[in-house]
């Protein structure tokens, strides 16, 4: 009976607060470093898919056997060796070479010599040379002279060292900033020049343009505390090694290049790096793999790196945030908490415990595989103590527990009486506010019931409109009609006082010629403003009428040139002096499509007539030199054609973009336009294409509608209302 008893949980809860606290403290202060990155460094050593080699990259390096080469001379290489072998490479054209050798001063053996190690830098871009950066605890390196004025040729050779953990390297530098310049690692410089042949070039990312982004990979840069890392250095623009890469190069000594042993093909489109293999020079770094490398190894490394990320679209090791490490190691400590608490043995307990862990390690492991880097001493250390402190914890304290166990029922049967109370105050809630609900509902119902029949009222009012406009149409006709004949009436009155003029007194005459010359006046407006009202009659009949035309297939290239040739000539018959030069740039691909013609037709003319009359417009108030342009282009697109009609006159001012496709609104003057031709046109090419009307526009400067028609529209045709 005491043994199925459990503490409570509270207690359990303090103790692995307290724990959480105290190992996340002392990682904090970063007393797990060694332990993480062992595991880390065991990691690297047996992650799967290591390349054997690359063919992309060649070391040509001083070895010891070079070092005691007499035609060498001594070390360091004097400039006429580096530049005969430098030459001697060019030769064979290699992609890039970079000289991991620091020349801030010439290396010549006769004063009276010229350096010609300065002329094969300067004629060969694609040679890439080291400086060392200057730093307030040590000096910096200069480029080679003839390097000085030319920083696009030269990289730093500086390495982040891990110095506070065990001065191994695991991270490869980009950038360096001092405050004034921004400065290129080598092995970037020796990748930007190879990838420059394949077209692709260091630029922003274009998400957050502070990243740098190389071929498909977006290079985010290390924090100073990325991984197991606590309070790392950072500066500059870093980045996580993965040492997937070959564990060696191809390899030339510069005995091999001098003396001309050596395939010259095996250097063709390479990246060739020259450094020093000589463990006497010290050139040495430690690394996470079984063997230590030479500086220029690890170039070669980074450069392998940069370019499988750049090219192979391979992904950069990533670690978690903060907050993700700090809820792994809590999630570790309360599986500790959890894990203690219901296994009572300590005998059942250790395997439980080494088996978790080891199965932790092996999850770490996994995620490492797929690229993702998560802390695993850390979580195991807090999983055990809490394991541990919370089984003893638990086993001391069941007995006096289960003393209590009833006292606990007794709660647990009041709680559950509370709790059921508050459960009916909800559920009576709960219906309280879908009553609430349902009356909003019924409202919401009402005011719909309103609104139809206010629609049905509007609908109604159109087709008085349509009878109305109908009904007018006659009159209007009659009295432009009669206006007109009045017109003529007036010259035949006219024409009738000249016999009788001379019977009638001058005052008389001019009296009559006056009243003549107001009522022929009149009878002109009349006429011109009875077919102003014509025409808006006329707009208010295609505005309210339906459609019942079938559709036919067209070639909407043909018709559109068609309209813009019958706009123009219209315009040029209207006024001689109009010139517009028409420019046409048809997709001959687009296919035939249904559409109703008259209507189509109907866009075309109100579109182009509003562009001849902007740039009519524009050629009246602008000077000479302004050529009126109107420009047509189609477009074939997967599922519709795009036509775009642009002119280059007045434009619209943006204030009016909103009301173009309102019916009556115009922007020409009055007496000029009746406000019913783009909101036909937008009705037209929406309500009855499936389509989009849409513009663009500059006052002072272009006009642009854009228009996109449905190449498989299955919209039924409308009938007349």
Not at 672 to 695: A, C, P, Q, R, V
């Amino acid at each position: 009976m005491t043994n199925e008893v459990k503490p409570s949980l509270f207690p359990l809860g303090v103790i692995c607060l307290a724990l959480f606290s105290i190992i996340v403290g002392l990682y904090s202060k970063g007393l797990f470093q060694k332990a993480e990155f062992s595991i880390y460094d065991t990691f690297v050593r047996n992650q799967p898919g290591t390349s054997e080699v690359d063919d992309r990259i060649l070391i040509v390096a001083v070895n010891e056997h070079d070092l005691n080469n007499e035609k060498l001379g001594n070390w360091p290489i004097s400039d006429i060796h580096l530049s005969g072998v430098l030459n001697a490479l060019l030769e064979c054209h290699p992609s890039v070479i970079g000289l991991n050798l620091y020349r801030d001063r010439p290396i010549i053996q006769s004063q009276a010599l010229s350096n010609p190690l300065d002329k094969t830098l300067l004629n060969n871009p694609n040679i890439i040379s080291i400086t060392k950066i200057k730093t307030p605890f040590m000096p910096g390196i200069d480029p080679p002279v003839a390097h000085l004025n030319h920083p696009e040729r030269v990289g730093f050779n500086d390495l982040p060292i891990d110095t506070l953990i065990d001065n191994f390297m695991r991270r490869g530098l980009l950038y360096l900033d001092d405050g004034q310049t921004i400065y290129h690692s080598f092995a970037l410089r020796l990748v930007l020049t190879y990838l420059s042949g394949f077209n692709i070039f260091e630029k922003p990312d274009p998400i957050d343009s502070n990243l740098l982004k190389l071929g498909q990979t977006t290079f985010t840069p290390f924090s100073a505390d990325d991984g197991a890392y606590v309070n790392a250095d950072a500066k500059g623009y870093q980045f996580i090694l993965d040492f997937q890469g070959p564990k060696t190069f191809h390899t030339l000594s510069f005995t091999d290049i001098l003396e001309n042993n050596y395939d010259k093909n095996f250097v063709k489109q390479k990246i060739v790096i020259i450094g020093s293999t000589a463990e006497s020079l010290r050139d040495i770094h430690q690394t996470p793999l079984e063997h230590n490398w030479f500086g220029v190894e690890v170039h070669a490394a980074i450069v392998n790196q940069l370019l499988r990320l750049s090219l192979e679209n391979e992904s950069l090791l990533k670690t978690w945030t903060n907050w993700q490490e700090l809820l792994w190691i809590s999630a570790w400590c309360i599986a500790g908490g959890f894990l203690g608490y219901f296994i009572q043995s300590p005998l059942r307990l250790f395997p439980a415990v080494i088996s978790l862990v080891i199965a932790q390690a092996f999850f770490n492991w996994i995620l490492f595989t797929q690229g993702i880097w998560i802390l695993a001493a850390t979580p195991a250390v807090c999983f055990i103590l809490t394991a541990v402190i919370a089984n003893f914890y638990q086993y001391h304290l069941s007995l006096r527990l289960a003393k209590k166990a009833l006292q606990k029922s007794n709660r647990q049967l009041s709680e559950y009486s509370r709790d059921l109370e508050v459960k009916v105050q909800e559920r009576t809630q709960d219906l309280k506010t879908k009553n609430s609900e349902l009356e909003s509902t019924i409202k919401t119902l009402k005011d719909t019931q309103s609104q139809l029949v206010m629609q049905e009222k509007l609908a109604s009012l159109g087709l008085l409109t349509a009878g109305i406009a109908h009904e007018i149409k006659n009159p209007l006709n009659f009295i432009t009609n009669f206006a007109l004949l009045s017109v003529d009436l007036v010259d035949e009155l006219d024409e009738e006082l000249e016999f009788l003029k001379s019977n009638i007194s001058e005052d008389n005459l001019n009296g009559i010629n006056s009243v003549l010359t107001d009522l022929k006046t009149n009878s002109k407006k009349i006429n011109e403003h009875g077919k102003r009202a014509d025409t808006i009659v006329k707009g208010m009949l295609a505005h309210s009428r339906g459609k019942s035309e079938q559709k036919e297939s067209i070639n909407i290239n043909s018709m559109l040139n068609d309209y813009i040739n019958l706009v123009y000539h219209g315009m040029k018959a209207r006024d001689p002096d109009f010139n517009l030069k028409i420019e046409h740039d048809f997709d001959q691909d687009i296919p035939k499509i249904d559409v109703y013609t008259q209507e189509i037709g109907r866009v075309f003319m109100n579109i182009i007539n509003n562009a001849c009359y902007a740039t009519l417009e524009k050629s009246k108030s602008n000077a000479s030199d302004f050529n009126p342009t109107l420009s047509l282009s189609t477009k074939n697109n997967p599922d519709h054609v795009e036509l775009r009609i642009k002119d280059n006159g007045i434009g619209i001012d943006p204030g009016l973009k909103e009301k173009i496709f309102t019916p009556f609104f115009s922007t020409k003057p009055t007496g000029e336009g009746t406000g019913l031709g783009m909101s036909i046109s937008y009705d037209i090419i929406t309500g009855e294409h499936n389509g989009t009307l849409d513009f663009d526009s500059r006052p002072g400067e272009f006009t642009e509608f854009i228009i996109t028609l449905p190449k498989n529209d299955k919209t039924p045709p409308k009938e007349d209302s």
